[in-house]
């Protein structure tokens, strides 16, 4: 299974790039976007992953605005080039390694297509490996890293056209790889009950006008943190060329991470937070974060009941939907994930924008919650 990767001296064990170190069905390899306009108008998702050892790939491009989200999805057998992103009408292409990449949806049969170029502003941030058991079984084993920058392009949908300008649409790349749960449960294993997994996870990456602030946490259900990213990282707006390398060592990594949320009663959603950035001198910045706009994450496969990932769905396929979001149950399995445009202000005044996302299953010692999915009262 050679391909292109192979002309590199990039190895880091003796078999061919396309094959994985690991056998485990859970490996996969993801691309994933945000974008979002500085005044909330709308946000954009889109997703990618290949799974080697499923033999599948697909993908996802979402936008919520007007108060409706639509969605696009596509899945077809991983091609043999892992290089080759490409699901029918979708494709993304490295322009120029951690610094440009575009991201072209064809026309297709569900209206919704158009072309996207991500431009960087920073420099990459890796963040810690991210490594969890359930019991004996190995759930997550991940490396990621993110990196800020802008979009430019355009995209249509249900007759509509969005014209997308790098002055005023900031986003996020976020790429990982390893092993996490996806497609259908493993039919090896023997069943476990929902309330015996339990997930807290907060991610607030924010663009300011003369940095950008990188955060993540996650937490179990005593409220304990079993991981945590940041940092804060200095922008190149003039050119990405300036940009001194994959990461940057004018990067700051904090000393720690905080947070305060307050939650919409009824719902798992944040009505309000406030996250702490806090220095290895000790000095904390509180940043407090008001959302704009919601998106939910199934729009682009995450927990999504018929287009979940890593779920096979023959050769080629592709499939749209839409829906109005303040129709949704708030309260619903597949709407829990969520990413959040939200106006950031610092205890100086400071204002950016960027994005809260939230995973939370089960029980949450901090913020009252005793089930898998009872709400916030």
Excluded at 204 to 214: E, G, I, M, S, V
Aim: charged share 25%.
């Amino acid at each position: 299974m050679l391909s292109k990767l192979d002309d590199y001296p990039i190895h880091q064990i003796p078999q061919p790039i396309a094959q994985p170190l690991s056998g485990d069905r859970n490996t996969y390899d993801r691309y994933w976007f945000n974008g979002y306009q500085d005044d909330g108008e709308f946000y954009l998702g889109i997703g990618a992953a290949l799974y080697p050892n499923l033999g599948i790939l697909d993908c996802g491009v979402s936008i919520v605005r007007d108060g409706e989200q639509h969605a696009f999805h596509g899945s077809c057998r991983a091609p043999k080039e892992p290089t080759d992103v490409r699901v029918g009408p979708f494709q993304i292409e490295v322009l120029d390694p951690m610094k440009r990449l575009r991201v072209t949806l064809d026309a297709n049969e569900t209206g919704i297509d158009g072309q996207l170029t991500f431009t960087a502003r920073t420099a990459c941030i890796q963040e810690g490996r991210q490594t969890l058991h359930h019991g004996p079984r190995l759930l997550m084993d991940v490396t990621r890293f993110a990196q800020f920058g802008r979009w430019e392009g355009e995209l249509r949908y249900a007759g509509k056209t969005v014209k997308i300008d790098p002055a005023r649409v900031y986003g996020t790349k976020d790429r990982s790889w390893g092993v996490r749960p996806v497609g259908p449960p493993d039919p090896a294993v023997a069943p476990q009950p929902p309330t015996a997994f339990q997930t807290y996870f907060l991610w607030a990456p924010t663009h300011w006008k003369n940095r950008c602030t990188h955060y993540g946490v996650f937490e179990d259900e005593h409220a304990r943190m079993w991981h945590w990213d940041g940092a804060i990282l200095p922008v190149y707006d003039r050119s990405p060329d300036d940009i001194p390398g994959t990461e940057d060592a004018g990067v700051e990594a904090l000393g720690a991470v905080d947070h305060a949320i307050e939650y919409l009663p009824g719902t798992r959603r944040a009505g309000r937070a406030t996250i702490g950035l806090v220095r290895k001198t000790g000095a904390r910045e509180a940043i407090t974060l008001e959302p704009l706009l919601c998106f939910r994450m199934k729009g682009i496969g995450y927990h999504h009941p018929t287009w979940g990932h890593g779920v096979w769905k023959g050769e080629l396929a592709i499939g749209g939907e839409r829906w109005k979001c303040d129709e949704v149950d708030p309260m619903a399995f597949e709407n829990q994930h969520i990413q959040q445009v939200v106006r950031a202000t610092s205890a100086s005044g400071e204002q950016g924008v960027g994005v809260l996302e939230q995973i939370c299953f089960g029980p949450h010692a901090r913020y009252g919650f005793k089930e898998f999915l009872d709400p916030a009262r």
